[in-house]
């Protein structure tokens, strides 16, 4: 991912898929990071904005349900989020062999 995010910084184009299985399974591995990656700033962005709605809800009741629903709901996604970044390498990791 790293690697990906330097080579766009430069302008320059990711390692363009050749014959070998490894370039593939590499630009396919780096997009998947990154998606995932950006995902889980969006699970930790819905937490942040349950946070506030939990920390401005005043006491009234039902927007502290909905606070509490949203940290749940951006627990939940960042669950989901880390879970499929292990897959998706552990599965990576095993067609390269």
Do not use: H, R
């Not at 910084?9 to 998947?32: C, F, H, Q, W, Y």
């Not at 749940?72 to 067609?95: K, M, P, R």
Request: net charge positive; glycine share 12%; aromatic share 4%.
């Amino acid at each position: 991912m790293k690697n990906l995010l330097i080579q766009l910084a430069e302008n320059t184009k990711p390692n363009p898929v050749g014959d070998g299985s490894s370039d593939l399974t590499g630009n396919v591995t780096n997009i998947l990071n990154v998606v995932i990656g950006v995902l889980g700033i969006v699970a930790v962005i819905v937490i942040i904005i349950g946070g506030i709605q939990y920390m401005t809800s005043t006491g009234d009741a039902g927007k502290v349900k909905k606070a509490k629903d949203t940290i749940l709901y951006g627990v939940i996604g960042l669950v989901v989020v880390i879970l499929a970044f292990a897959i998706v390498n552990f599965v990576i990791a095993n067609i390269n062999g």
